[in-house]
């Protein structure tokens, strides 16, 4: 199983973050999209696991939830990987002034650090909104967007199981631990 850990977002802002991409959109077509439903933040990328796994990555999640009470976040502005001038990931920044999201990712990373390893690449707090297999040339850079500002609620953990195939991947929650439970 392809398997993650990520923090869900609600629908109403998954929905707004999609609308208020479509400027992008019709300015670059031929890259691949996220569809509103896939949107989320990816606190941990496990990979190819087998089933036998799977309650040994809950315990750890049920450990990390416990030692955290929800918080909220926001959209913070879109941006690119490698860089705001040549993408070939094209994200949306989220607004964490407590660096909370960072640490919750960090805390999840060596709980599970004995089973799993280290994380190697520093996380950074994004959604992915657009991926090319191709740098796409930005001369002018991203333009600004109207993101939803109303803050969110990050009260769980989740985690995820990616069918590959089709035009998107299709995620299946298989856990959930809440966050203070």
Same mark, same amino acid.
């Given at each position: 199983?392809?398997?993650?850990?990520?923090?869900?977002?609600?629908?109403?802002?998954?929905?707004?973050? @999609? &609308?208020?991409l479509d400027p992008l959109r019709d300015r670059f077509p031929r890259i691949r999209w996220v569809?509103?439903?896939?949107? @989320?933040?990816?606190?941990?990328?496990?990979?190819?696991?087998?089933?036998?796994?799977? &309650?040994?990555?809950?315990?750890?999640?049920?450990?990390?939830?416990?030692r955290w009470e929800p918080f909220e976040l926001s959209c913070s502005g879109v941006g690119a990987?490698?860089?705001?001038?040549?993408?070939?990931?094209?994200?949306? =920044?989220?607004?964490?002034? =407590?660096?909370?999201?960072?640490?919750?990712?960090?805390?999840?990373?060596?709980?599970?650090? %004995? #089973?799993?390893?280290?994380?190697?690449? %520093?996380?950074?707090? @994004?959604?992915?909104?657009?991926?090319? +297999?191709?740098?796409?040339?930005?001369?002018? #850079?991203?333009?600004? !967007? /109207? !993101?939803?500002?109303?803050?969110?609620?990050?009260?769980?953990? +989740?985690?995820?199981?990616? @069918?590959?195939? #089709?035009?998107?991947?299709?995620?299946? /929650? !298989?856990?959930?631990?809440? !966050?203070?439970?």
């Amino acid at each position: 199983m392809r398997l993650f850990i990520a923090v869900e977002l609600p629908p109403e802002v998954r929905e707004a973050v @999609h &609308a208020a991409l479509d400027p992008l959109r019709d300015r670059f077509p031929r890259i691949r999209w996220v569809p509103a439903e896939n949107l @989320h933040v990816t606190l941990r990328f496990l990979g190819e696991l087998g089933a036998d796994r799977q &309650a040994e990555i809950e315990g750890s999640m049920l450990a990390v939830a416990r030692r955290w009470e929800p918080f909220e976040l926001s959209c913070s502005g879109v941006g690119a990987f490698p860089s705001g001038r040549s993408a070939k990931t094209v994200w949306v =920044g989220l607004g964490d002034p =407590g660096g909370l999201l960072k640490r919750l990712a960090a805390d999840l990373d060596d709980e599970l650090a %004995a #089973g799993f390893g280290r994380e190697e690449r %520093a996380f950074k707090p @994004h959604l992915t909104v657009a991926r090319s +297999t191709q740098r796409l040339p930005l001369l002018d #850079g991203l333009p600004p !967007l /109207s !993101l939803p500002s109303e803050a969110f609620t990050v009260d769980r953990l +989740t985690l995820f199981r990616s @069918h590959l195939g #089709g035009p998107a991947p299709e995620y299946e /929650s !298989l856990a959930t631990a809440r !966050l203070g439970a």
